[in-house]
Structure formats: structure tokens, C-alpha cells
């Protein structure tokens, strides 16, 4: 499905390519929204000494000077954002033995912007005022199958009560209420999907064979990097 290679060198970059156009599904700060002719999503480790780019504009000059580098084309690829090294990227995969239905699940985890629903803004848009703390949550969700659009929206609800399943059995807490911490301010997923298949999935509700893979695989992913994170937490003190 996807060919994965982790850059080690400075600005570290995990990339999962595809070797068949795809149509992608995110809120990635780069091409983010439902994109076609997808072949690449970066995951992208900021430096020390980097601060988020919040500016459109400067974000597109990141996306172009990392990309480009490594002969890539920014408008086939999809960019995220993390703190974390790309040597912590943890993997989650699942098939279904009737069918061959396959979703594999790349994520990154950190929990320094760690935040329950409802808790008070950190960061207000219109104002331009605020500021969160590094740490999110980053998945990248490739489906072997066609998925109709709406069922991609619809997976994105169970890849997100995937995600949130597994924080809420280790109860890691909000760090602005103290509530239990269902995810990060800037948690981002990218849901892909050949644009070309002879099989399309139409629904993806949590009683669908679709949801149990890709919820299956989510939960793989996500608690091999919690514990990852933990292990690195520890190891601080």
C-alpha cells in the first residue's frame, strides 16, 4: 500500500508515498481539505528553534523549500506539523481475511497541548492573540479501497472515537482543566483512498466492516505511541 521512509536528517520528515494517485481527507496545515491527486503526506518535525508558521504564506514557503529538496511536488503532497522526532512514529495495521480490506495507520503523539472538549480557548483567530504549547497528535489513515465521499467523512468520525478510546482508558488529563484529555489543540488526520479502484465503499458507521478495520488499526498505532511518549517521559525524570 503505502512505501514509508523516515528522513533523519534536519528538518526531520517522515513521508508515506503512494504509488497510485489518491484522494485525501484532512485539516492539514498544507493542502489540507479533500484533495485529489495525492501521492505523498509529510509529517514534519519542527526544530528547536522553529516556531509554528501560522502565516499562510509562510507555511507555503516551508512546504516548497522541504519538498522540492527532495524532489517532491508540493501540490501532490499533503504536510503536517509536529514536535516529535520522526523515530517515535509508531505504525497500526489491520486486514480483513474475507475480503482483503487493509488500513494502515502512521502516528506520531505528543501530549504538551493536551486538551479535553470545551475547555477554554488557548488561541482566538479573529483576535490573532493567544499561544499553545508543542504537542499533538498526528495520523495519517490509508484504506486500501475506494471510499464515496461521504463515507470518508464518515470514517473520520470513527478514526477520531478511535483515537479518543485510547486516551480515555489511560485518563492522561487536560493540562488547562484538568478534565480528561480526549486530544491536542492541533491534532491532525489525513484519511486516504485510491481515486481509482474496482471496489468503492459507500458507508463507514462503527457496525461497517470499514470501521472495525480502521478503528482497529487507529488503536494499534495510537497506543504503541502513547506508550513510546510515556517510556520518553519517564526516561526524564
Not at 495525492?38 to 516556531?51: D, F, M, Q, S
Not at 522540492?68 to 499533503?78: D, F, H, M, N, T
Not at 487493509?102 to 475547555?119: I, K, M
Request: proline share 4%.
Amino acid at each position: 500500500m503505502a512505501e514509508v521512509k523516515v528522513c533523519a536528517e534536519e528538518p526531520q520528515i517522515t513521508l508515506v508515498r503512494f504509488h497510485t494517485p489518491q484522494r485525501c481527507l484532512s485539516w492539514a496545515p498544507w493542502n489540507g481539505g479533500l484533495k485529489t491527486d495525492i501521492r505523498l503526506v509529510a509529517n514534519r518535525t519542527l526544530g528547536e528553534n522553529e516556531g509554528y508558521p501560522d502565516e499562510a504564506s509562510r507555511l507555503a514557503q516551508w512546504a516548497k523549500r522541504d519538498l522540492v529538496a527532495r524532489g517532491l511536488l508540493p501540490k501532490e503532497s499533503v504536510g503536517m506539523l509536529t514536535t516529535v522526532p520522526q523515530a517515535a512514529i509508531c505504525m497500526g495495521s489491520r486486514q480483513d481475511r474475507g475480503t482483503g480490506l487493509r488500513v494502515e495507520t502512521f502516528c506520531t503523539l505528543g501530549l504538551g497541548n493536551a486538551l479535553a472538549p470545551g475547555d477554554g480557548a488557548l488561541y482566538n483567530e479573529e483576535l490573532g492573540t493567544g499561544k499553545t504549547k508543542p504537542g499533538t497528535i498526528n495520523l495519517i489513515v490509508a484504506v486500501n479501497r475506494g471510499l464515496a465521499e461521504c463515507a470518508q467523512y464518515e470514517l473520520m468520525s470513527v478514526i477520531t472515537q478511535a483515537k479518543c478510546a485510547v486516551l480515555l482508558r489511560h485518563g492522561k488529563k487536560s493540562r488547562v482543566s484538568g478534565n480528561i484529555c480526549l486530544g491536542t489543540g492541533t491534532d491532525c488526520i489525513a484519511i486516504l483512498a485510491p481515486q481509482s479502484h474496482e471496489v468503492t465503499l459507500n458507508y463507514a458507521g462503527l457496525h461497517c466492516k470499514l470501521a472495525e478495520v480502521t478503528a482497529q488499526s487507529v488503536m494499534q498505532a495510537v497506543a504503541k505511541a502513547l506508550e513510546v511518549h510515556l517510556s520518553h517521559i519517564a526516561s526524564l525524570r
